[in-house]
Structure formats: C-alpha cells, structure tokens
C-alpha cells in the first residue's frame, strides 16, 4: 500500500533499457514471421499463394460403404434426364452442368448409364447428395451452353413433370449450377420455388432481372483468382440483401498437387500411375516445387507433352479426369465439391 504523500521515483536508465530491448525483441520477432512466410508460402516465380487453401479430403470412393450411383436415364423434351432417389428422401437437387458439359457427366458408366463419363467433381457431388438423403436430377442443355429463353420453360416442365411421377411433390426443391449453369439457375429460380440455391463459379444473372423479395436465399462459391466475377458477386451479394435475401459466399482457394491427389480423385487412375504423372508435371515445369500449378490446366500443353513421352501411356478416356483435377488445383474456373459440406449445410439450413 502506498503511504500518504508517496512521490513514485523517475524511471532509472537501466529500466528505460530494458523496455527498449524488449521492443526490439517484438520487432525482431515480427520481421523473422515475415521472412519465414516469405520463404515457405512463395512458388519458384516469386508468387505467394494463399495460406487459406484447403485440400480436397473426400476421395473418389469415400462413399463406397453408404451410397452406390445407381441412375436411371431418360429422355423428354428432347434432351436426356439423369436421376436417382435414396430411400426416404428429404429433399430434392437439380444439377445443372457448365457449357461443353451433359447430365452424363454427374454419374459413373455403369449398365444403367453405359454412355455416363463421372467426372471427378461431379460424381462426388452426386454421392454427397445422395449421402444426406437427396434425390437427385441432372438435364443435358439444348446447345453447348444454357440458354435463358424457352429452355428455362423446357426444364421447369421437366422437373414439374418428374417430382409429379415420383410423388416428391412435398419435398423441399433446392439447385446447383455451375458457370453456364449457375446463370441458368439465377434465372430458373424466378420461374420455380426452390428453397435455396447454389451458384458455383457464376455470378448469375441478377442485372438483367427483377428481383423481387421472395427470391429463393443464394450462396455463391466462386475462386476468387477470376477477379471480374469476384467483383460482379461482390455486387450482386449486396443487390440481393437490399431486397432482404439470404445470401452467402465460399471462397474456392488453390491447393497443391502431391503423389496421391490424382489417384485419390479419379476412378481407374491407381497410385502407381498417379505419383508418374505428378513426378511428369515437376520435371515439365508444370507445378512448381511446392505442388502449385503455375498455370490453369486448359493453359498448359501438358497432354501433348505426354504424347511425347513414349514411356509413360495413359488411357484416354482419363484425360477429362485429369484436366478437371488440375483446373481444379489452380482454382480459377472448375466444378468443385471441395465444400460440399458447406453447400448441404446451406441447403438444409433453408429446408424448413
């Protein structure tokens, strides 16, 4: 206790020292963090790349023990239908490819759909839905992308028609595009009542609509290296909370490529083949010595590198795997099912 009267001492020099040291201590501290990121976080061209990438954790069979693809395929409209319903469904999910894509894609080859390709992403979106008790519908578009006129009518009646014939009329309907079919989505969710959608890589169409209150809650997953899009999002998510929309963003960061990724994403690629091809894009230049792509996959020449390479033989039907796997990594513009858990949160947490 301080006595009355008490006058505190000047602080000594050797006090005054003390704490100067130990704020260059802090200093010092701080520098050598920098440096150390600087180090570990920067590719071999002196890019840094963001500490917030997340590699992908469900493999290609991560669902063997709880769902099979056991589509049925059928034609309307005069285009294909892909569908598949679990046993005491509680929702159900269009899916709607990006351009250059089909229904085909969302599901194995298999004798149901002995012409299906299931590309990596695409497949595991379907089993993630199916898992927490969707069913499922994909629709090929008319032409090599959506179109937002008549095709919109066309799908509506599809998908009135189809929920009709399998009595799932009760049952919350939610989406999910991707690129082309993002945008179809924004559009055909003024025409359906869906309880929420998802708009991947697509910022949608929400300039050129009238957006009225009862527009079904939105997330956007977009990669935020394509700038223009991040941009339009950033816009359009404030659009659609000035009209008292529910409305969210994930953000799809790039991830390094090891050994095993290519085996652990594609069906019929096994390890042996797997860590040859990522041992390939290192001695090409391909990925960086931290696993980084250095260019989008649709950039680099990479299959005609392998052609060249006599010693090294890959089965066509898996180039398509590969290239989606590699845009994927880079994260500029590719399905993905990286954050399929936060996409089915977001659905189930508007199903009420």
């Not at 039907?317 to 590699?326: A, C, D, K, T």
Request: charged share 25%; aromatic share 12%.
């Amino acid at each position: 206790m301080l006595k009355r009267g008490y006058k505190p001492k000047p602080w000594s020099g050797g006090a005054q020292n003390c704490r100067v040291s130990v704020f260059l201590m802090f200093v010092a501290l701080m520098l050598m963090l920098v440096v150390f990121c600087l180090v570990f976080y920067n590719d071999s061209n002196g890019e840094n790349h963001s500490l917030a990438y997340e590699v992908p954790k469900q493999k290609w069979n991560s669902f063997d023990p709880v769902v099979q693809l056991h589509p049925t395929r059928e034609f309307r409209n005069g285009t294909d239908l892909i569908w598949q319903v679990p046993e005491s469904p509680k929702g159900v999910l269009f899916l709607a490819h990006g351009c250059n894509g089909r229904a085909i894609n969302f599901w194995d080859k298999s004798l149901e759909c002995p012409n299906c390709i299931g590309l990596p992403e695409e497949r595991l979106l379907v089993l993630h839905a199916l898992a927490q008790g969707f069913g499922v519908i994909t629709i090929s578009s008319a032409q090599r992308c959506w179109t937002f006129g008549t095709e919109v009518i066309a799908v509506k009646d599809i998908l009135e028609w189809w929920i009709g014939r399998r009595k799932l009329g009760k049952l919350p309907l939610v989406a999910l595009g991707a690129s082309s079919g993002g945008y179809f989505v924004s559009v055909l969710a003024t025409t359906i009542k869906f309880s929420s959608t998802v708009l991947m890589i697509a910022e949608g169409m929400f300039g050129d609509m009238d957006i009225k209150g009862d527009y079904p809650p939105t997330l956007f997953v977009h990669m935020p290296k394509d700038l223009y899009r991040q941009q339009k999002i950033d816009e359009y998510v404030e659009i659609l909370k000035d009209k008292g929309i529910d409305v969210a963003v994930v953000e799809c960061m790039e991830f390094p490529l090891s050994a095993n990724t290519l085996a652990d994403r594609v069906p019929g690629l096994d390890q042996v083949l797997s860590r040859k091809l990522f041992e390939f894009f290192r001695e090409k230049g391909f990925v960086d010595q931290n696993g980084y792509m250095k260019k989008d996959g649709r950039k680099i020449k990479w299959k005609k590198a392998l052609e060249e390479k006599k010693t090294l033989v890959l089965d066509k039907r898996l180039v398509p795997h590969i290239q989606e796997e590699l845009n994927l990594a880079f994260a500029y513009h590719e399905m993905t099912s990286v954050h399929s858990d936060q996409i089915f949160k977001w659905f189930e947490s508007h199903m009420s």
